[in-house]
């Protein structure tokens, strides 16, 4: 059974998109079939995943756009109301990893955030619009069954719209990436207030005969919170930085004072003991990386995860070199705790416990 993970905050600039990357990668080095989703209209994991650095790169991208469905193309014979079912979308393998596949973005979906907060308001109305709703899951559902995946993980835009929305009460779990900032603690403070309004809509949404009915059921909610992952701060001799360290206290107190006794309250936690098995103790910090620097370039241009890039691929030599190996050693065993970590948190058992 394939396990939707969202990567949500709608505060941008936290590093969403290269997290997805490299732990998708990670997840699938470990034996898994996983499908990186992009779900932002910037399509900044389609770049990352495909290159974009060329002309010759740019000519293979509207090549592959002209030739292979995306986000946008799947949803078409819902939102466009089109005299044919979704299908799953032919996703694209990622080079250099077996088991990994791009579900491209499109600048296009942004479109339909309007006619899908209209059917999400559950008005008068939703008889023409029923099959909203339940569309996203649908496409996911069809695609993860024909690439046989293990794992789905969601891209999202930094909004609070109508296709945020549903993409994350429709997910089987999420992660909130932040960075070490006091408007990362502001967004903590926003979600504490906005995802309970979010399941409640969900809730109302699953139980509805009309939306249960229709071509494309509105699935059942099932979301669980998987921790935060503090990222992008810096380093000096071995530590973090005092002001960063001050930041990444704050943030991870707005967790557990503001956002965990929402979600546990609409149930959106998973056991305590789950938790604390995998060593994540009342913060939900999952992990903390620190800045990629250079190496984060060098990743978009070889489409390569940080950890992975090749000494031909750094181009360095010396002592320049060995300490970015290390620094990759060093991203290398972050990712793969994380992996591992993620793993056991959504494994079947795990998962049935806290349904």
């Given at each position: 059974?394939?396990?939707?993970?969202?990567?949500?905050?709608?505060?941008?600039?936290?590093?969403?998109t290269?997290t997805?990357?490299?732990l998708?990668?990670?997840?699938?080095?470990?034996?898994?079939?996983?499908?990186?989703?992009d779900?932002d209209p910037?399509c900044?994991?389609?770049?990352?995943?495909?290159?974009?650095?060329?002309?010759?790169?740019?000519?293979?991208?509207?090549n592959?756009?002209?030739?292979?469905?995306?986000?946008?193309?799947?949803?078409?014979?819902?939102?466009?109301?089109?005299?044919?079912?979704?299908?799953?979308?032919?996703?694209?393998?990622?080079?250099?990893?077996?088991?990994?596949?791009?579900?491209?973005?499109h600048?296009?979906f942004?479109?339909?955030?309007v006619?899908?907060?209209?059917?999400?308001?559950?008005?008068?109305?939703?008889?023409?619009?029923?099959?909203l709703?339940?569309?996203?899951?649908d496409?996911?559902?069809?695609?993860?069954?024909?690439?046989n995946?293990?794992?789905i993980?969601?891209?999202?835009?930094?909004?609070?719209?109508?296709?945020?929305?549903?993409?994350?009460?429709?997910?089987?779990?999420?992660l909130?990436?932040?960075?070490?900032?006091?408007?990362?603690?502001?967004?903590?403070?926003?979600?504490a207030?906005?995802l309970?309004?979010?399941?409640?809509?969900?809730?109302?949404?699953?139980s509805?005969?009309?939306?249960?009915?229709?071509?494309?059921?509105?699935?059942?909610?099932t979301?669980?919170?998987?921790?935060?992952i503090?990222?992008?701060?810096r380093?000096?001799?071995?530590?973090?930085?005092?002001?960063?360290?001050?930041?990444?206290?704050?943030?991870?107190?707005?967790?557990s004072?503001?956002?965990?006794?929402?979600?546990?309250?609409?149930?959106?936690?998973?056991?305590?003991?789950?938790y604390?098995?995998?060593?994540i103790?009342?913060?939900?910090?999952?992990?903390?990386?620190?800045?990629?620097?250079?190496?984060?370039?060098?990743?978009?241009?070889?489409?390569?995860?940080?950890?992975?890039?090749?000494?031909?691929?750094?181009?360095?030599?010396?002592?320049?070199?060995?300490?970015n190996?290390?620094?990759?050693?060093?991203?290398?065993?972050?990712?793969?705790?994380?992996?591992?970590k993620i793993?056991a948190?959504?494994?079947t058992?795990?998962?049935?416990?806290s349904?």
């Open positions: 059974m394939v396990q939707k993970i969202a990567l949500f905050n709608h505060k941008g600039g936290v590093s969403k290269t997805t990357f490299n998708g990668w990670m997840l699938a080095s470990k034996g898994n079939r996983v499908i990186l989703v779900a910037q900044n994991l389609t770049g990352m995943a495909l290159g974009e650095a060329t002309e010759d790169d740019e000519a293979r991208i509207e592959i756009y002209n030739t292979t469905s995306n986000i946008k193309t799947g949803l078409a014979p819902a939102f466009e109301s089109q005299p044919r079912a979704i299908e799953a979308v032919d996703c694209i393998s990622v080079q250099g990893q077996d088991g990994l596949f791009l579900l491209p973005g600048v296009g942004a479109e339909y955030e006619t899908l907060g209209i059917a999400q308001e559950l008005s008068g109305s939703i008889q023409a619009l029923k099959n709703p339940g569309s996203i899951t496409l996911l559902e069809k695609t993860a069954t024909k690439f995946a293990n794992y993980l969601i891209d999202m835009s930094p909004s609070l719209g109508s296709i945020n929305q549903n993409l994350l009460m429709t997910s089987d779990f999420f909130i990436p932040t960075t070490a900032d006091f408007f990362s603690v502001m967004a903590i403070d926003s979600l207030k906005v309970p309004r979010w399941c409640a809509w969900a809730k109302t949404a699953s509805l005969p009309i939306l249960k009915d229709a071509a494309y059921p509105f699935p059942n909610v979301l669980r919170f998987l921790g935060t503090v990222q992008n701060y380093i000096i001799r071995g530590k973090e930085t005092a002001a960063f360290q001050t930041w990444i206290e704050e943030v991870e107190r707005a967790v004072n503001k956002l965990v006794p929402i979600l546990e309250q609409n149930k959106m936690m998973l056991p305590a003991t789950v604390t098995e995998q060593g103790n009342g913060n939900f910090s999952l992990t903390k990386i620190s800045n990629f620097n250079s190496l984060i370039a060098l990743s978009q241009e070889h489409r390569t995860p940080v950890y992975d890039l090749t000494p031909e691929q750094l181009k360095q030599t010396g002592v320049v070199l060995q300490k190996q290390k620094k990759q050693e060093e991203f290398r065993k972050t990712f793969s705790d994380l992996a591992d793993i948190l959504t494994s058992s795990t998962y049935a416990v349904a």
